[in-house]
């Protein structure tokens, strides 16, 4: 199950690094960063809690002494994580705000040491250096001189929340399904989100523009759906850091998203680093696999 656990999240990590297709379109077309993270959350706890009531209803309940997990995973997952990190690509580079995000493997680490007691190996390490290395080269180094402060603040914060979802995540999964996990915190951070925008214009631009509302399906499908579950049934047999350095997995689908659609130049140094970041992945699965 290793393997196939991996392969689950790096299947997320890939879907996540298309997020630039389905959200161009939409901030073209006057959507903000706020309605984007609202109603791709929408989106996903409506698709999620239709297929549960339709599947397993019993699957849906839950221990009151549990409600905290979900809370904190709507509120800072679901909710706050993904309106900073679009608030960070608003605010900074694209590139800028993918490094950002991915000093979240480091934070995950750390916190899987205090919270699970897992040992930081040198095997680990190393994999996350190259797989840094390889993030860097794929999207770009950057100067921080010329970027917003507080689009800096945002993009850490939001990879700070990546990293503690991750760990919340972890905590639920040995009680529930990564179903009843992704309901949960996509219906708490439609609550939250919703109301702080305005969803009527989104509906309006939706259903008077096929384009978009193709858009905003398939961000809610492909962006939140997809990914969550693979992500959370992956991590129900991988270690938290190891999970992490897997999902470095996303700049390289973002940079082939954007060598395919957006007819962006793949240069020999973001090859070079999207080779190292598979090379991470080989580094990581040397030597005693665990589990």
């Known amino acids: 199950m290793t393997m196939i656990s991996q392969?689950?999240?790096?299947t997320a990590a890939t879907c996540w690094g298309l997020t630039g297709v389905f959200t161009r379109q939409l901030y073209a077309a006057g959507l903000?960063?706020?309605?984007?993270?609202?109603?791709?959350?929408?989106?996903?706890?409506?698709?999620l809690l239709v297929f549960l009531l339709l599947t397993n209803r019993k699957s849906l309940r839950?221990?009151?002494?549990?409600?905290?997990?979900f809370l904190?995973?709507?509120?800072?997952?679901g909710a706050m994580m993904s309106t900073l990190y679009?608030?960070?690509?608003?605010?900074?580079?694209l590139s800028a705000a993918s490094i950002l995000l991915y000093t979240a493997p480091y934070m995950v680490m750390a916190m899987s040491a205090f919270v699970f007691k897992e040992k930081i190996t040198p095997q680990k390490l190393a994999a996350l250096f190259v797989a840094f290395t390889g993030c860097l080269m794929t999207v770009g180094f950057i100067d921080s001189s010329g970027l917003s402060k507080i689009g800096i603040a945002a993009g850490i914060m939001s990879a700070f929340l990546y990293a503690l979802n991750t760990i919340l995540a972890k905590l639920a999964l040995r009680t529930y399904s990564p179903f009843v996990i992704s309901t949960y915190a996509f219906t708490i951070a439609s609550f939250i989100l919703i109301p702080l925008c305005d969803f009527g214009r989104v509906i309006t631009l939706a259903f008077g523009d096929v384009i978009i509302l193709k858009n905003i399906l398939l961000l809610g499908f492909f962006i939140a759906v997809l990914p969550a579950i693979c992500y959370y049934k992956g991590l129900e047999k991988t270690e938290p850091s190891r999970a992490s350095i897997i999902s470095f997995v996303e700049p390289l689908?973002?940079?082939?998203a954007g060598f395919v659609v957006f007819e962006e130049i793949l240069s020999p140094v973001k090859i070079l680093g999207m080779v190292l970041i598979l090379v991470s992945l080989v580094i990581l699965n040397l030597h005693g696999r665990k589990r």
């Open 62 to 69: 839950f221990r009151i002494k549990d409600i905290w997990l």
């Open 32 to 47: 903000s960063y706020f309605e984007i993270a609202a109603v791709r959350a929408a989106i996903a706890a409506v698709c």
């Open 86 to 93: 679009f608030y960070t690509i608003e605010m900074i580079t």
């Open 72 to 77: 904190l995973m709507g509120v800072f997952g």
């Open 253 to 256: 689908s973002a940079a082939a």
């Open 7 to 10: 392969l689950l999240i790096a």
